[in-house]
């Protein structure tokens, strides 16, 4: 299908499944801050906002789960303005309601519909000649627009309708991104039917890619979740720790452009190597336990790279599986590895500080680089 496209063509299609993608981000990026909004607006205890957001996870994870059956089946265009609202509706009716079962049921549906945005984003960028490039600018886009959105919801709306505010504004934010299925071609071309068949078994390599991915969000995630305590740790007062925190998101989009302006140049091992090498640098600030400074540049360090890889992962995905469905596969991997994650460093934490989250951290980041060896040592000895 990319390869018969104009670039102006081209880029009309990568823009608006990132667009797409973007929805399918949004449950996850704005979760804390309209879960505060929600134990503020309803009083409801910690235990139970954790619960809304596992649940949340729970629906997500279900719905990539099933994306490889059914994503090259369905009318794309169809799917987006489905699933948008589906995900807005959940939301709205979510502002309405004060019962938590209710509310359990609609973050669920929240999850999944949100959920197979995001594998249809993927799936359609899987097609483009570039697929490192592709996939950049979909990081980038999603979240430069989640970073403007996060930036207007406390003080226009959170601010003076608390929850209510929040779920309406993000169910109009929903129906605002589904304007882009106009531009979304209306499914597949060009994968032969031997691949795009539903019942046909993925490709070793993609599992194995997948469970490389997997590896190396568990400890980076895992670090992700208490960089907040690691700054605590370096006595970073809160404002400075809201400035880091906020550049934090800009930075994620400017790896993802620049992953973009790359493109394919790197090839398939150095950008791993590069990874590692700015992850590590970023760690070791971290591990210094200064100030505000050395804390700022060692977060903003590892993000920054973190987010690379992310995309230089993904994009190995894709390079595996012709037919686009392991692609989709990827947010489930991503859930998993949120899941295991946090939960492990924070063990970590608790019983051997936090030098052995950062060492997570980094044998996580350690992960493709090893298997990108392992693979070229098996080639040569099979030649």
Same mark, same amino acid.
């Given at each position: ?20 993608? =973007? ?17 503020? =607006?309803?009083?409801?205890? &910690? ?12 629906? @997500? ?42 509310? @359990? ?10 959920? =197979?945005?995001?594998? #249809? ?7 483009? &000649? ?32 608390? @929850? ?11 129906? #605002? ?6 531009? #979304? &071609? ?28 997997? +590896? ?59 990874? #590692? ?8 600030? +971290? ?26 992962? =993904? ?31 924070? @063990? ?11 060492? +997570? ?23």
């Amino acid at each position: 299908m990319a390869n018969s496209l104009s670039g102006r063509a081209l880029l009309a299609i990568i823009l608006a499944a990132s667009i797409a993608s =973007t929805i399918g981000g949004l449950p996850f990026n704005s979760l804390p801050v309209v879960l505060g909004s929600m134990a503020d =607006t309803f009083g409801l205890p &910690p235990d139970t906002i954790g619960m809304m957001g596992s649940v949340c996870f729970t629906g @997500y994870l279900a719905g990539t789960l099933g994306a490889p059956f059914w994503i090259n089946r369905i009318d794309w265009r169809t799917l987006t303005i489905v699933s948008a609202g589906a995900t807005a509706s959940a939301f709205a009716l979510s502002a309405t309601v004060v019962r938590v079962d209710i509310l @359990y049921l609609l973050w669920a549906l929240i999850g999944f519909f949100a959920s =197979t945005m995001t594998c #249809l984003g993927m799936r359609i960028l899987s097609d483009q &000649p570039d697929k490192v490039r592709a996939l950049g600018v979909r990081l980038g886009v999603e979240l430069s627009i989640t970073a403007a959105v996060l930036f207007a919801l406390p003080p226009l709306l959170i601010a003076s309708w608390r @929850y209510t505010g929040a779920a309406l504004g993000l169910a109009g934010v929903v129906l #605002l991104l589904a304007v882009s299925a106009l531009w #979304l &071609p209306r499914g597949p071309r060009g994968v032969p039917a031997s691949n795009a068949a539903p019942g046909a078994a993925l490709p070793m390599a993609s599992w194995a890619s997948l469970a490389v991915f997997f +590896l190396f969000l568990v400890g980076n995630v895992g670090l992700w979740a208490f960089l907040e305590r690691i700054g605590a740790a370096s006595q970073v007062a809160p404002a400075g720790m809201g400035m880091v925190f906020a550049v934090l998101k800009l930075l994620g989009g400017v790896a993802g452009f620049a992953v973009a302006f790359a493109g394919e140049r790197l090839g398939r091992r150095l950008p791993f190597l590069l990874v #590692l090498a700015g992850s590590t640098a970023g760690l070791a600030l +971290l591990a210094s336990g200064g100030g505000l400074v050395t804390f700022a540049l060692g977060a903003w360090t590892w993000e920054f790279f973190f987010t690379c890889g992310c995309v230089f992962q =993904t994009a190995a995905i894709a390079h595996t599986d012709r037919s686009g469905r392991a692609i989709v596969l990827v947010p489930a991997a991503f859930a998993l590895g949120s899941m295991v994650g946090p939960g492990l460093a924070g @063990y970590l934490l608790a019983d051997a500080g936090i030098a052995a989250v950062l060492g +997570l951290a980094f044998a996580s980041s350690l992960a493709p680089v090893l298997a990108t060896a392992w693979r070229r040592s098996s080639r040569a000895i099979a030649a």
